[in-house]
């Protein structure tokens, strides 16, 4: 019985690990990494209480070591689908009235078993299955996932402390009531915490939902699923279901039910959804919430007043960690004719020093690209490169899969501000930078905002405080995340709500409160205490 208003513990983003040399969580960690890298894994399908095993399945492989095997998932028919939308249906009533605290209750749990017993095991498994160094996946898997918890838990709160006001001999109240039906989340590879919260955030409000991650990560989503078994995750307020995406979305979004999608993933499988709702709209019981994170051809400029270093350990951090494979990273960059030649040495020097290979020897600032597709993909624009006559391959260029998928830091230049590089998301460890004359600073924002379909982040570097504003304002719908003097990734929880808009998603600023209100149906409550008797308004005498 809810007889108390509650604060949830005030939250706080979790500290970063160094995991530097001697560090006892680097020993953990690396313990970890061995323990699992040579042990085999079977995954099921979580449907309700069930942990079903179809017999249809999959193997899992690191994609620094794309031969070993690190074990097997099983991938889910249609009737497995149904199953998995009925038991979560089936889950519903009684999760939307449990008391908020309780729900809240759950992923602050979860947060804390992640901040230390599942700490090693997360990261270890993001290492393993998403070819993360050390550092990355503790930012991810670790602390960005613990932050969406917490965070969300105190979101929570500020939306349902929101009240109208009432007026003297009535009270206003407002509700903030889950969808109806089911929500389903679709995760991508790059970000283990994005896959936690885009199903998490809907369940904390009440809301059950469907869960297909990528087939890139099933790995560390088994993880996930146990740190919420432990944390105390009700049976059925997130079914689990893989296999073939086609299948498991036309299963999903034909169902009646169907109430919202959260999404991270391609721009143009996000499409394809949006038009899916359209045209089943006339089953669905309600409008369903359309909620995505797409892609993003992220940019880089920099003003002749711009400290050249700071710009090009941006670019050098903004390219290459994780070889490129974030939405935000930097894949674009203008430079100024005054300080290339400098520049072209700075990443010359400082790219050479770049080692790459497996995360298991923390000494590795890169590792693999997640798969084979994304391999050729890489590839084949590099070699087009090195051939075209309005681009060159200045730096890096070479890629091999024989053992793992690795493609070397890449620095593109071309003549052409419109070359295919400059516009097409690649999504790997390859930036492609246009020289324009210092004069022509003003004229090159205008390119820097048509030039690409997306608008995530944007980053621009300047001393003089005039040029900054007007970058802010000719720039104002390129990026929705937008970074002063700073690379244009690793926002944080709390400090930078995540999104963007144009091709690049709805904008509904993950790990912040104007998601959360995505995953609510507001009802208005007015109770009047002394009705009128009497339909005569004054005017009326």
């Not at 059925?236 to 279901?241: H, K, L, P, Q």
């Not at 309005?390 to 890449?410: C, L, M, N, Q, R």
Request: proline content about 6%; some cysteine; glycine content about 6%.
């Amino acid at each position: 019985m809810a007889n108390a208003f509650f604060n949830v513990p005030t939250a706080v983003n979790e500290p970063v690990k160094s995991y530097a040399p001697g560090t006892p969580e680097r020993e953990e960690l690396l313990a970890m990494y061995k323990k699992m890298y040579n042990e085999q894994v079977e995954v099921p399908l979580y449907i309700g209480e069930e942990e079903i095993k179809t017999g249809d399945t999959a193997t899992m492989h690191p994609p620094h070591d794309h031969k070993h095997v690190l074990g097997t998932y099983h991938r889910a028919s249609k009737e497995h689908v149904d199953l998995a939308i009925e038991k979560a249906l089936a889950a519903r009533e009684e999760w939307a009235n449990t008391p908020w605290e309780q729900r809240a209750s759950i992923f602050i749990k979860a947060a804390e078993l992640l901040a230390g017993p599942y700490r090693a095991k997360m990261n270890a498994a993001t290492m393993l299955a998403q070819s993360k160094n050390v550092f990355q996946a503790e930012i991810d898997a670790a602390c960005e996932m613990i932050d969406f918890f917490r965070f969300n838990a105190q979101f929570m709160t500020d939306i349902y402390k929101n009240q109208p006001e009432s007026a003297p001999g009535m009270w206003n109240r407002m509700e903030y009531r889950p969808l109806e039906g089911f929500v389903y989340a679709v995760s991508p590879f790059n970000f283990t915490s994005i896959a936690a919260n885009l199903f998490a955030s809907p369940a904390m409000m009440g809301n059950v939902c469907v869960w297909k991650p990528s087939d890139h990560q099933i790995y560390s989503a088994k993880v996930i699923v146990d740190l919420f078994k432990e944390a105390g995750l009700p049976d059925g307020v997130v079914t689990v279901v893989y296999g073939d995406p086609v299948m498991i979305t036309d299963t999903v979004m034909t169902h009646k039910d169907f109430s919202g999608i959260h999404f991270t993933g391609s721009t143009s499988i996000f499409k394809s959804l949006w038009k899916k709702a359209g045209e089943n709209m006339d089953v669905y019981r309600t409008y369903p919430r359309i909620v995505g994170e797409t892609g993003g051809k992220d940019f880089i400029w920099s003003h002749p007043t711009a400290n050249m270093e700071e710009v090009g350990t941006a670019i050098i951090r903004g390219a290459f960690e994780y070889q490129g494979q974030k939405c935000s990273a930097a894949s674009r960059a203008y430079v100024p004719a005054s300080q290339w030649d400098s520049m072209k040495d700075f990443l010359e020097k400082e790219i050479a020093t770049i080692k790459m290979g497996s995360p298991e020897d923390p000494s590795n600032f890169m590792n693999a690209v997640i798969h084979e597709g994304s391999f050729d993909k890489l590839a084949s624009y590099i070699d087009a490169a090195k051939e075209a006559d309005d681009a060159e391959v200045i730096i890096g260029g070479g890629h091999d899969k024989s053992v793992g998928y690795f493609v070397e830091p890449t620095v593109i230049v071309t003549t052409n501000p419109q070359y295919a590089t400059m516009h097409t998301e690649l999504f790997g460890p390859v930036i492609t930078i246009y020289v324009y004359e210092d004069a022509e600073w003003k004229d090159i924002l205008k390119t820097v905002d048509a030039t690409s379909d997306y608008a995530l982040t944007g980053a621009i570097f300047a001393k003089d405080r005039y040029v900054i504003n007007y970058a802010c304002k000719a720039l104002e719908n390129a990026a929705g995340n937008f970074y002063i003097n700073d690379k244009p990734t690793g926002a944080v929880v709390g400090q930078q709500p995540f999104g963007g808009a144009r091709g690049s998603g709805t904008n509904d600023k993950a790990g912040s409160v104007w998601n959360l209100l995505r995953w609510v149906s507001n009802r208005t409550i007015k109770e009047t205490f002394v009705p009128p008797t009497d339909y005569r308004y004054p005017f009326l005498g």
